[in-house]
C-alpha cells in the first residue's frame, strides 16, 4: 500500500504570510496531484505534476515536485483568507493503479 | 451530466437501519471512487472501480459495507445496520483511466446515523 503524508496537519496564518505545504512517500508515484476543498464541496484539482524536479505556478501558488517522485511541495505567497481550505495531495503509482490521498492540510487565513 | 452526481445529499437515519448512496459519475469515465470523510479531517478510502477488473475493497471499514457498480456507470455504496460512528460526509468521485487522470469529485452525501 502506498502512504503519503503531509504535514503540517493543521496551519493557522494571517493574510500577507507564505507557507509550504509538504506531501511525503517512500513511494514513486508516476504523477502527483494537488486539490483545494471548501466547506460543503467535494475537492477540485489545483494542478497535476508528473515529471521529476518540475516546478507549476499558479498565480500566487506554486507546486514542486521532487527529483525521486517520491515527494511534493506547495507554497503560497502572501496568503489571503480566500485561500483557506483543506489542501490535500494524491498520488498515482507508477502500476497505474488508484489515487492515493494524503491526509490534508486543514489552511486558515486570518484577514 | 456535467459533472458527479450525489444522491441523497442529506440523510439521517436511525441506527440499526440499512441506507444506499447512489452516486452517478461522468460519462465515459472508467474509473470510480468512494471516499468517507468525517468533520474537519482527511479523505478515508473506500473502495475502487476500475473498468472491468474486481474492485479494490480494501479501504471497506467492515463487512456491513458493500458497493457496488452497474454497467460500468452508476454505483451504489450500501451500509447496513448502521452505527454512529458511520456518521460522516461520504464522497464519490470519477475519473479517465489514464496516467495523470483528474478525479472529479461530487459534492457528497452527509450521513448522520442517530
Known amino acids: 500500500t502506498q502512504l503519503l503524508e503531509q504535514s503540517p496537519q493543521f496551519l493557522s496564518i494571517q493574510e500577507g504570510e507564505n507557507l509550504t505545504v509538504y506531501c511525503n512517500s517512500s513511494?514513486?508515484?508516476?504523477?502527483l496531484q494537488w486539490y483545494r476543498q471548501e466547506p460543503g464541496e467535494g475537492p477540485v484539482l489545483l494542478v497535476t505534476?508528473?515529471?521529476?524536479?518540475e516546478v507549476k505556478k499558479l498565480k500566487r501558488l506554486t507546486f514542486q515536485f521532487g527529483d525521486a517522485r517520491k515527494d511534493s511541495s506547495l507554497h503560497i505567497t502572501a496568503a489571503q483568507p480566500g485561500d483557506t481550505g483543506l489542501y490535500l495531495c494524491?498520488?498515482?503509482?507508477?502500476?497505474?493503479?488508484?489515487?492515493?490521498f494524503g491526509e490534508g492540510t486543514q489552511l486558515t487565513v486570518n484577514p | 451530466g456535467a459533472g458527479v452526481s450525489q444522491s441523497p445529499s442529506n440523510k439521517v437515519t436511525e441506527k440499526g437501519k440499512d441506507v444506499e448512496l447512489r452516486c452517478d459519475p461522468i460519462?465515459?469515465?472508467?474509473?470510480l471512487y468512494w471516499y468517507r470523510q468525517s468533520l474537519g479531517q482527511g479523505l478515508e478510502f473506500l473502495i475502487y472501480?476500475?473498468?472491468?477488473?474486481?474492485?479494490?475493497k480494501s479501504g471497506l471499514p467492515s463487512d456491513r459495507f458493500s458497493a457496488e457498480r452497474t454497467g460500468g456507470s452508476v454505483s451504489t455504496l450500501t451500509i447496513q445496520r448502521t452505527q454512529q460512528e458511520d456518521s460522516a460526509v461520504y464522497l464519490c468521485?470519477?475519473?479517465?483511466?489514464?496516467?495523470?487522470?483528474?478525479?472529479?469529485f461530487g459534492q457528497g452525501t452527509r450521513l448522520t446515523v442517530v
Open positions: 494524491a498520488g498515482e503509482g507508477t502500476s497505474g493503479s488508484r489515487l492515493t
Open positions: 513511494s514513486v508515484f508516476s504523477s
Open positions: 505534476v508528473v515529471t521529476g524536479g
Open positions: 460519462s465515459g469515465h472508467t474509473a
Open positions: 472501480f476500475q473498468g472491468n477488473s474486481a474492485p479494490d
Open positions: 468521485a470519477s475519473a479517465f483511466r489514464q496516467g495523470g487522470s483528474r478525479a472529479f
